[in-house]
């Protein structure tokens, strides 16, 4: 049988790389496309040269993207700049990277007949939340430049598919850990701080009074579903893609362990988020598995 060919955009990175690992033991052949930036060539070392290759290359730059697409099955598109705080600083490089590189990337993949084309979008769309847990279809609520440029690619993601007929599906991804997690970012994702406080022997960080709430979603499961979503005939479909179940910050560190210090709150951000996942549930018969003190425990450990 011919090798299913993927593409993985942002495939040296937290997520990406993940779900290269998961691609490579289901038989594809990758092609991981990355420009570097905070992705790492570390993530992909263990894979050999037979079943991924490497392109380094700007999605927002590159002018030869369609060349690497010929032949692929399917598009995971998970290239784009993270954290919400220094968005404030330069939403400009934000649209360029996240609204404008998606762009570049549906124009390549319009090119060629893919079955199915993933984007990861962000929760952050919903903003401070009105309604627990929140379903697809509630309120999309702005609040950043951002969850702006991520909105908007997928705003693309979803035109493309009804305008040219693309296979196109839209995960508004949750809260995301597991190994491999960016422990580098300057303002830091929970559980990369939570990670490299507990490293460094240093207390863990409690924003505000830490009774906000996130869902958070093991990497595992995550990729579980993206890989159950490409083999469903689906397409022109919004997902939440979160655990269902909501956690507070107090919490996770009572799980960790050990000290800990109060910091100020941080501006414009929601207290509370759960992803309703009913819809994706339904539709692709997937549940997450990894509840979160196994998750913790697991990437603690390691
Ligand atoms: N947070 C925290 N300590 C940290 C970093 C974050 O208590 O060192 C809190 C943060 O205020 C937020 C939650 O953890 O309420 C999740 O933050 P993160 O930046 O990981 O994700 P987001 O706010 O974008 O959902």
Redesign the pocket.
């Known amino acids: 049988m011919k090798k299913m060919k993927s593409i993985v955009t942002g495939g040296a990175g937290f997520i990406g790389s993940n779900l290269v690992d998961k691609l490579v033991d289901e038989g594809h052949k990758v092609i991981v496309i990355d420009n570097f930036i905070s992705g790492k060539k570390s993530n992909l070392s263990h894979h050999s040269k037979k079943d991924i290759k490497i392109v380094k290359l700007d999605i927002s730059k590159n002018k030869n993207l369609a060349n690497h697409f010929k032949g692929v099955n399917y598009v995971f598109h998970f290239a784009g700049l993270a954290?919400?705080?220094p968005s404030f600083e330069d939403p400009k490089k934000y649209f360029i990277n996240n609204t404008f590189g998606t762009l570049n990337i549906l124009e390549a993949a319009k090119k060629v007949k893919i079955n199915k084309f993933i984007y990861a979008a962000?929760?952050?769309c919903y903003g401070i939340t009105k309604k627990i847990p929140t379903k697809e279809t509630d309120k999309i609520d702005i609040k950043n430049p951002y969850s702006f440029t991520k909105f908007l690619g997928e705003e693309l993601v979803i035109k493309y598919a009804k305008n040219f007929n693309m296979p196109n599906i839209s995960c508004r991804f949750?809260?995301v850990y597991g190994p491999r997690l960016n422990t580098k970012g300057q303002?830091?994702?929970?559980?990369?701080?939570?990670l490299n406080?507990k490293k460094t022997k240093k207390p863990?960080?409690?924003?505000?009074n830490?009774k906000?709430?996130?869902d958070f979603i093991h990497v595992d499961d995550l990729t579980n579903a993206l890989i159950k979503i490409v083999k469903s005939n689906l397409k022109n479909k919004v997902y939440n893609l979160g655990s269902g179940k909501e956690t507070s910050?107090n919490k996770?560190?009572s799980i960790i362990g050990g000290r800990k210090i109060f910091?100020p709150?941080?501006k414009g951000?929601?207290?509370r988020?759960c992803a309703n996942i009913s819809k994706i549930r339904k539709d692709i018969k997937w549940k997450p598995k990894i509840s979160i003190s196994k998750g913790i425990k697991k990437l603690f450990n390691n």
């Open positions: 954290e919400i705080l962000s929760s952050s949750f809260n303002y830091g994702a929970v559980f990369s701080n939570f406080q863990l960080t409690i924003v505000g830490g906000q709430t996130r910050i996770i560190a910091i709150k941080r951000e929601t207290k988020s």
